[in-house]
């Protein structure tokens, strides 16, 4: 028997996205059972009356998120998933709240709206004049952080009331003050293969960090258990640098081991998650918690530039009273006039518009690339790993050179690439080695393609 699903046509939300939504709330609440197989997708598109297009893409994106396998010639089937309660929604406050007190990837500084966002600045000089020279809330401009609710609460599915999000400096900047929120004696849990700029600000704060291995899914749940982490940094989304996506099954995971102690956090490091070239971006983590215990991070550093220096931490409406008691001291890192600016530019929808054009653009390059890496003299020469979201490629070079060897001809053939070996935060296993690095956000496919085949000269065969 096939379900009926009440879609509404001709609505602001595409077809596709309303099916997907309806499928995963049937999974999650276990009204599709683990193991069941899905109506195929021409069956599905006749009783409902819609292109198999449309339950095509609503497939691909629950297969994107792990809430369904495909087996082939066989169909789909659903996961077998623990059903979670339900996050509460927190109450949006209309007036300002009492105040409380990176990676190598650089995003084109072609895309970057200039027009836009001088038309913007002058707009805030001459119409907020008196709030540029007030005292900046510690928490941020409040005009920002309600763009901020608003709009990534709309693109990410989020409840967000303005007053849970705060405004700094750079994901570092964070990094710092949640260390001093959550507490330096705490032991956190990193993922084995990341940011090293991570790694370096625990070090100097003299906070004991685990290294957590991973898999294809991310964080190992028994290797999180086993390491007695009881804070957990981690990027669901879009690990940096495997672009592995977390699966619905292992997030839930991740939440169950959360729930199991009061003393438990998890921070939502959710970089590059707005760069996917397919399908709906992953609901972040935080959006499924039950707990409160999701501490939410983002920044506009890969979205707009790292120039501006602006990031943003969601709480959980429960930490409120506590981060304001404990931290609410701290000023403001970023100046009003920027904040202002931003406020318009995601307010007025300037930015939906630029990343659509960016997620167009880093397609068009990304696509480049991998028909060159497809070509001769590429073609066999690579793997490439992680190509569906992001905006680095992750390839494993088909040779016996050991990383030192191949690190000097990445240098001999110009090509500016790091290697996977040097991500890890302990010794990098045998499988790490010989992949690369590449970012492409600011490199133009000619000259990277030019640089890929000096390598592949160079490389014996």
């Known amino acids: 028997m096939i379900r009926t699903y009440e879609l509404e046509h001709g609505g602001k939300t595409p077809l596709y996205e309303q099916l997907y939504r309806a499928i995963r709330q049937d999974l999650l609440t276990g009204a599709i059972a683990g193991g069941e197989r899905l109506p195929s997708k021409r069956a599905l598109a006749e009783h409902l009356s819609v292109s198999k297009i449309t339950v095509e893409t609503a497939y691909a994106q629950l297969l994107a998120e792990g809430y369904i396998t495909a087996r082939q010639r066989s169909g789909y089937y659903a996961e077998h998933l623990a059903p979670l309660a339900p996050a509460a929604a927190p109450a949006v406050q209309t007036a300002p709240a009492p105040a409380l007190a990176e990676a190598a990837e650089t995003p084109s500084a072609a895309l970057f709206p200039f027009s836009v966002w001088a038309r913007l600045m002058r707009a805030v000089l001459l119409e907020d004049r008196p709030a540029l020279l007030e005292s900046v809330p510690g928490a941020g401009v409040w005009a920002l952080r309600c763009a901020i609710a608003a709009e990534f609460g709309r693109l990410r599915g989020m409840k967000i009331a303005p007053e849970q999000v705060f405004i700094g400096s750079g994901t570092e900047y964070f990094y710092n003050l949640l260390i001093q929120f959550l507490g330096r004696e705490r032991r956190y849990g990193a993922e084995l293969l990341g940011h090293r700029k991570l790694a370096r600000v625990y070090a100097a704060n003299d906070v004991a960090v685990c290294p957590l291995e991973m898999d294809g899914d991310g964080v190992l749940p028994q290797a999180l258990r086993k390491s007695g982490a009881q804070v957990l940094h981690i990027s669901p989304a879009h690990q940096y640098p495997t672009g592995a996506v977390m699966p619905i099954a292992r997030r839930q995971q991740i939440l169950r081991w959360l729930a199991e102690d009061e003393g438990r956090w998890v921070i939502e490091d959710d970089f590059d998650a707005e760069f996917r070239f397919s399908g709906l971006p992953i609901p972040p983590l935080q959006s499924m918690d039950p707990c409160g215990r999701v501490l939410y991070l983002n920044t506009f550093s890969k979205t707009l530039s790292p120039s501006l220096r602006i990031s943003y931490l969601i709480l959980p409406r429960q930490l409120l009273p506590r981060w304001q008691q404990t931290m609410g001291f701290y000023s403001c890192t970023v100046p009003s006039f920027e904040q202002f600016t931003l406020a318009r530019f995601l307010s007025g929808g300037w930015f939906e518009k630029h990343l659509t054009r960016a997620k167009k ?99 014996p065969e």
């Open 361 to 459: 653009y880093y397609r068009t390059v990304r696509e480049r690339l991998l028909a060159q890496l497809a070509a001769p003299p590429c073609a066999g020469r690579f793997a490439v790993l992680g190509a569906g979201a992001g905006l680095h490629l992750l390839l494993r070079v088909r040779t016996a050179l050991g990383d030192a060897q191949l690190a000097a001809l990445l240098q001999q053939a110009g090509l500016e690439a790091e290697l996977l070996s040097s991500f890890y935060l302990q010794a990098p296993p045998e499988s790490a080695r010989g992949c690369i690095v590449l970012h492409y956000a600011d490199l133009s496919p000619e000259t990277a393609g030019a640089a890929l085949t000096r390598l592949c000269v160079l490389l």
